[in-house]
C-alpha cells in the first residue's frame, strides 16, 4: 500500500518518460514484438530435410487419395512413402511422427513463453495509462496467452 507522500514505480516511470514517449515506445515495442518471430522464423515449425515429399527429389512409391471437401467435391493425393532420388533412402509419413510430436511441443512451449513477454508488457502499459491493475490486466492476458500456445500445440 502506498503512503500519500511516496510516488509509485509506474507514476515515476511515466513523469520520467512522458505521456506521448510511452505511447510511441508502446507502439514499437509492439511491432518490433510482431514482427521478430515473423522476420526470424524461430516460431515456426522446423521440418527435417527429407519430412515432406517432393517430387523434384524423391520418387513415389505408395499414396492414397483423400477427400479435401465436404460432399466429395475435391480429392487430393497424400504421399505415403517415398524414395530419395540421390541416397534411395525410403522414407514414409509415420516415420516423422516422432518429429511432429516433439515440434508441437516446442511451439507450444515457445508461443507461450513469449507471450509472457507480450503479457509483461501489456499490463505495465495498462497500469502506466490507469486504466486497470496491473495484476488483473496481466491475468487475462495470460488467459489468452494460453489459449493462444494451446491453439498452436493443437494445430501443430
Same mark, same amino acid.
Given at each position: 500500500?502506498?503512503?500519500?507522500?511516496?510516488? $509509485?514505480?509506474?507514476?515515476? &516511470?511515466?513523469?520520467?518518460?512522458? +505521456?506521448?514517449?510511452f505511447k510511441h515506445t508502446?507502439?514499437? !515495442?509492439?511491432?518490433?514484438?510482431?514482427?521478430?518471430?515473423?522476420?526470424?522464423?524461430? &516460431?515456426?515449425?522446423? #521440418?527435417?530435410? +527429407?519430412?515432406?515429399? +517432393?517430387?523434384?527429389?524423391?520418387? &513415389?512409391?505408395?499414396?492414397?487419395?483423400?477427400?479435401?471437401?465436404?460432399?466429395?467435391?475435391?480429392?487430393?493425393?497424400?504421399? +505415403? #512413402?517415398? %524414395?530419395?532420388?540421390?541416397? $534411395?533412402?525410403i522414407y514414409s509419413a509415420?516415420?516423422?511422427?516422432?518429429? %511432429?510430436?516433439?515440434?508441437?511441443?516446442? &511451439?507450444?512451449?515457445?508461443?507461450?513463453?513469449? $507471450?509472457?513477454?507480450?503479457?509483461?508488457?501489456?499490463?505495465?502499459? %495498462?497500469?502506466?495509462?490507469?486504466?486497470?491493475?496491473?495484476? #488483473?490486466? !496481466?491475468?487475462? #492476458?495470460?488467459?489468452?496467452?494460453?489459449?493462444?500456445?494451446l491453439f498452436v500445440f493443437?494445430?501443430?
Amino acid at each position: 500500500m502506498q503512503t500519500p507522500g511516496k510516488v $509509485g514505480l509506474a507514476q515515476r &516511470l511515466c513523469r520520467y518518460i512522458g +505521456d506521448q514517449l510511452f505511447k510511441h515506445t508502446e507502439l514499437i !515495442f509492439w511491432l518490433v514484438f510482431l514482427c521478430v518471430p515473423v522476420v526470424t522464423g524461430w &516460431l515456426n515449425y522446423q #521440418s527435417l530435410p +527429407d519430412e515432406v515429399y +517432393d517430387p523434384t527429389r524423391h520418387e &513415389l512409391l505408395k499414396s492414397h487419395v483423400e477427400e479435401a471437401w465436404p460432399q466429395g467435391l475435391g480429392t487430393y493425393m497424400v504421399p +505415403d #512413402s517415398w %524414395r530419395h532420388g540421390a541416397t $534411395g533412402t525410403i522414407y514414409s509419413a509415420d516415420a516423422f511422427s516422432a518429429h %511432429r510430436q516433439a515440434e508441437a511441443k516446442r &511451439l507450444g512451449i515457445s508461443w507461450f513463453v513469449y $507471450g509472457l513477454i507480450g503479457c509483461a508488457f501489456f499490463a505495465f502499459s %495498462r497500469r502506466m495509462k490507469g486504466q486497470s491493475a496491473v495484476i #488483473s490486466a !496481466f491475468r487475462n #492476458s495470460l488467459i489468452l496467452n494460453a489459449a493462444v500456445a494451446l491453439f498452436v500445440f493443437w494445430i501443430t
